[in-house]
């Protein structure tokens, strides 16, 4: 019995590896940190490195290997822990990706961090247990384990969002991100005690089973049906907020305009893929049977999303506060594709997801290298984009291109992502939401317009900005940018790779 216990348990172990080196490297570092923060080592006898950097460094050098141990994962398949996480070929791969993402973030905002001098080492722990949070969510096949995971993530993301201590904008940005993010929690853990008490369990693999005993009687008993819909539509609310999806969107254009640029950059990238991704195969593996009873409350915030982002971005000023109601709406359109509720609808989705990724690590990584007039205030307002072309042309071409990706505008890879979107929706007669998209899509397209109008054709005295670009950013962006610009010529690899992981997620 011991034997069969310690092998299951080192099993499992296995399973996890890549969670339990980047556990046990946080808080390696965490020690490294206390005991020799504000300090300074010396190498080559006259040069110097602060702690802050070496840190840094090191998180981004975790995050390589927690990568390549996905990579090389022992059980890419298989269940741990007595069924509260599981392992799964697709969950494998967007872990790898989150992973990238995570990496790519922290290269090309330690140069504006230092800049900032927001350099300090707690930054780059608390990402790392953000990432942490979200790669355990991916895993989790039971309740509890999913509320732990994303607490963890959303702990941190509550420090982060308040990481520029002077500024009074950073700390009511927190403090709304606080008070909104507990209550998003609060759904969630209320709509899981909902599915526990009439399941009778926390795992996902019990509440599928239930389902489909309830769905293959016909749903005869009512008041356990209808207590597990309110359950699922409580939790479902809580992942919509996690998302920024209208009409839960309210804390996401507050929070991306407070906080610094490197964390507005984190929070457009990283924890929406790891909640989309959960939150597709919650509700399209686990409870699909559901699916149909509160449909419309998908497609009321997938329309209300769209609309809102269309109508309340035109008169946005501000730069940060633009991208927010933009990434609201790409989520509505990520919504369509997903109330499709098929296998092309989930393959558009990734397609989408992924350029959508794409665009926004190239557009940060340009927005962290800008600089306003006064070379020591980092640019807010869209006005502070005038004449770019004047004073860097390449930049402003590059900012042209993401922009009209976003717009949709063919042949660039946004349209391309939205066409996908469109197609699965039209394919089971969502005209009416498909209409409403491709209306709202074209409104939504002014304000892009007006960004490259500000910076082409926008009158002004004198320079308005300083770019001071490094290395990494500027690969990242180029690649980036090249990648959506020239993907219509080979979309190949990428809707393969889709279909590959769709078809893994449902066998």
């Avoid at 034997?3 to 890549?18: A, F, Q």
Wanted: overall charge neutral.
């Amino acid at each position: 019995m011991s034997y069969t216990y310690i092998s299951l348990l080192s099993n499992s172990l296995k399973g996890v590896l890549p969670e339990i080196f980047l556990i046990i490297a946080i808080f390696t570092i965490l020690i490294f940190g206390l005991i020799y923060q504000n300090r300074t080592i010396e190498y080559y006898s006259t040069n110097k490195i602060s702690t802050t950097t070496i840190i840094g460094w090191q998180h981004i050098g975790i995050l390589f290997i927690v990568g390549l141990l996905y990579i090389n994962s022992a059980l890419p398949e298989a269940t741990l822990f007595n069924g509260i996480l599981i392992n799964q070929y697709y969950s494998n791969l967007f872990k790898l990706f989150l992973v990238i993402c995570t990496f790519l973030v922290l290269l090309m905002s330690y140069k504006f961090l230092e800049y900032e001098k927001m350099d300090t080492w707690e930054y780059y722990t608390l990402v790392s247990l953000a990432t942490l949070g979200l790669l355990l969510l991916l895993s989790s096949n039971d309740l509890i384990s999913t509320y732990l995971a994303i607490e963890l993530m959303s702990l941190s993301l509550y420090v982060i969002a308040t990481f520029k201590r002077n500024s009074e904008f950073s700390n009511e940005a927190g403090l709304k991100y606080f008070v909104l993010g507990a209550f998003s929690s609060g759904l969630i853990l209320f709509g899981s005690s909902l599915l526990y008490g009439f399941t009778g369990s926390t795992s996902f693999e019990d509440i599928k089973q239930v389902i489909n005993l309830l769905q293959l009687t016909n749903f005869l008993d009512e008041e356990i049906t209808l207590a597990l819909l309110i359950g699922l539509i409580f939790f479902g609310i809580g992942l919509l907020f996690k998302l920024a999806a209208a009409p839960f969107h309210m804390w996401c254009p507050d929070v991306y305009e407070g906080a610094p640029t490197s964390v507005t950059a984190f929070f457009a990238i990283v924890p929406k893929l790891g909640v989309l991704v959960f939150f597709i195969h919650f509700f399209q593996d686990i409870t699909f049977e559901f699916f149909v009873s509160w449909k419309s409350l998908l497609v009321f915030s997938a329309t209300l999303s769209i609309i809102i982002s269309s109508f309340a971005a035109i008169n946005q000023k501000h730069i940060k506060r633009l991208l927010a109601y933009s990434g609201i709406g790409h989520v509505g359109y990520i919504l369509i594709g997903f109330i499709a509720g098929t296998i092309e609808g989930i393959e558009a989705i990734f397609v989408y997801t992924f350029i959508y990724i794409i665009m926004n690590i190239s557009f940060f990584a340009l927005l962290l290298s800008i600089y306003g007039q006064n070379n020591n205030e980092r640019i807010r307002f869209l006005t502070d984009f005038n004449l770019l072309t004047k004073s860097n042309p390449v930049v402003a071409a590059t900012f042209a291109m993401l922009v009209l990706s976003l717009a949709g505008v063919p042949p660039l890879a946004g349209f391309i992502s939205k066409l996908y979107i469109f197609i699965a929706a039209i394919n089971v007669k969502l005209y009416f939401l498909s209409v409403i998209a491709i209306v709202t899509s074209c409104i939504g397209a002014y304000y892009y317009i007006r960004f490259i109008k500000i910076m082409y054709f926008e009158k002004t005295n004198g320079w308005s900005n300083q770019i001071i670009i490094n290395k990494e950013n500027s690969l990242l962006a180029s690649y980036c940018t090249l990648y959506v610009m020239f993907f219509f010529m080979w979309p190949t690899h990428l809707l393969l790779l889709s279909k590959h992981i769709t078809i893994l997620m449902f066998i």
